[in-house]
Each structure stands twice: as structure tokens, then as C-alpha cells.
T-cell receptor, first 113, second 113 residues
Framework: EPEVTQTPSHQVTQMGQEVILRCVPI?????FYWYRQILGQKVEFLVSFYNNEISEKSEIFDDQFSVERPDGSNFTLKIRSTKLEDSAMYFC???????????FGQGTRLTVV | GNSVTQMEGPVTLSEEAFLTINCTYT??????LFWYVQYPGEGLQLLLKATKADDKGSNKGFEATYRKETTSFHLEKGSVQVSDSAVYFC????????????FGEGTQLTVNP
């Protein structure tokens, strides 16, 4: 069964460093998403991506964040200068169309120290 | 704005007990409603959904009914199993304003033998 895969499963980084979280969406899906969950808080929407551009973003998704689809299979989230408060579980998701089921990866736990 | 509120957890039940996890929502339009489940070490999986008032979503013995009058979408199961132990997330999506999901806090369910 096709699935969304995320790497790494856990990343530890020093404050101020750049991190790239990687995702491989399901191959015939056209819409890609990033969500995050800070420990003990809700899962929050960050950004959606379609046709090689951002289609929607939340207020959380500020200039320190960027997304990219560098090739035909990967979808990445870059955090330019990490802060302690960026520590969270980051989930990638993809869907075939805009309002069809979103399939989620298992998440990358980011710890900023 | 949109929001989802779930009953506070964690919830611990014995096998074959009746489960209810409460979920209420606030939305400006006419959302679709979802329950996602996250088993240990895995990503979020869609459990069931309902797209309009009075619809009932069901899957794997779980049910939830879209109640517009009480803005609720409570998850129920008549007889839980140990394998149902997971985190359950209620979510909504406004069909007319993009594809983002708005999640509740998640409820940890533990079922003991």
C-alpha cells in the first residue's frame, strides 16, 4: 500500500542551525502539506503546496520556513535558523486532489537544543 | 476562525468497554469533519469522516454523527479492543476555503486486557 515516508524520524539540532526535513509523498498525489505538533498541543497546519508553489500558509509559516519540491519525488521543509520553540513533531501529508483524503507520514521529531 | 475541541485525556478503558470521545467544533462555513487515529510509531490515519449535517461516518466499529445543532462529532465504539489503543484526533476542513485541516488536541486511549 502506498504511503508517505518522512526522514529522519528524529533530528536534534542546535539553536540557530538550519534543518531540512524530508518527505516522499505518494507518487500520484498533487497536493502536499506540512503540519506540526508541539508537545502537548494541537496539530497545526503550516503550509500546503500545489503545482510547485505554496497554495496556502498559516501565520506560523513565517520567513524562517520554506518548502521545496526539488525533484519529482521529494518534498522538503527547511527551517533557516531554528529556535527552541521550533521543537515539535512535524508531519508531512499528501492528497490526490484538493478535497480528497490526506495521507500522513509518521512524522519527524525535531528537538532544538 | 475555525477550531476543534476534544475531551481531555488520557482515557483508560478495559477491553469490551464502551468508548466515547467528545469533539465539538467552531466553523464559519460548512465544514467536513474527520476522525484521525495515530497508532504508536505510525502517522495519522483517516478513521472516518462526514461531509454534511446528520451524516454518520463509520469504520472498524467506530461511529461518529455530524450534529450541526450541537456542533459536535463525538466518536463512539461499542466494545473496544486492546488494539484500539492509540491517539485519536478530531479535525475539520472548510470545503470552500482551501484544503487545510484544523485539528483538536488529540485524545490518548489505552485499552487494558
Amino acid at each position: 500500500e502506498p504511503e508517505v515516508t518522512q526522514t529522519p524520524s528524529h533530528q536534534v539540532t542546535q539553536m540557530g542551525q538550519e534543518v531540512i526535513l524530508r518527505c516522499v509523498p505518494i507518487s500520484n498525489h498533487l497536493y502536499f502539506y506540512w503540519y506540526r505538533q508541539i508537545l502537548g498541543q494541537k496539530v497545526e497546519f503550516l503550509v500546503s503546496f500545489y503545482n510547485n508553489e505554496i497554495s496556502e500558509k498559516s501565520e506560523i509559516f513565517d520567513d524562517q520556513f520554506s518548502v521545496e519540491r526539488p525533484d519529482g519525488s521529494n518534498f522538503t521543509l527547511k527551517i533557516r535558523s531554528t529556535k527552541l520553540e521550533d521543537s515539535a513533531m512535524y508531519f508531512c501529508a499528501s492528497s490526490q486532489h484538493k478535497n480528497t483524503e490526506a495521507f500522513f507520514g509518521q512524522g519527524t521529531r525535531l528537538t532544538v537544543v | 476562525g475555525n477550531s476543534v475541541t476534544q475531551m481531555e485525556g488520557p482515557v483508560t478503558l478495559s477491553e469490551e468497554a464502551f468508548l466515547t470521545i467528545n469533539c465539538t467544533y467552531t466553523a464559519t462555513g460548512y465544514p467536513s469533519l474527520f476522525w484521525y487515529v495515530q497508532y504508536p510509531g505510525e502517522g495519522l490515519q483517516l478513521l472516518l469522516k462526514a461531509t454534511k449535517a446528520d451524516d454518520k461516518g463509520s469504520n472498524k466499529g467506530f461511529e461518529a454523527t455530524y450534529r450541526k445543532e450541537t456542533t459536535s462529532f463525538h466518536l463512539e465504539k461499542g466494545s473496544v479492543q486492546v488494539s484500539d489503543s492509540a491517539v485519536y484526533f478530531c479535525a475539520l476542513r472548510e470545503e470552500t476555503s482551501g484544503s487545510r485541516l484544523t485539528f483538536g488536541e488529540g485524545t490518548q486511549l489505552t485499552v487494558n486486557p
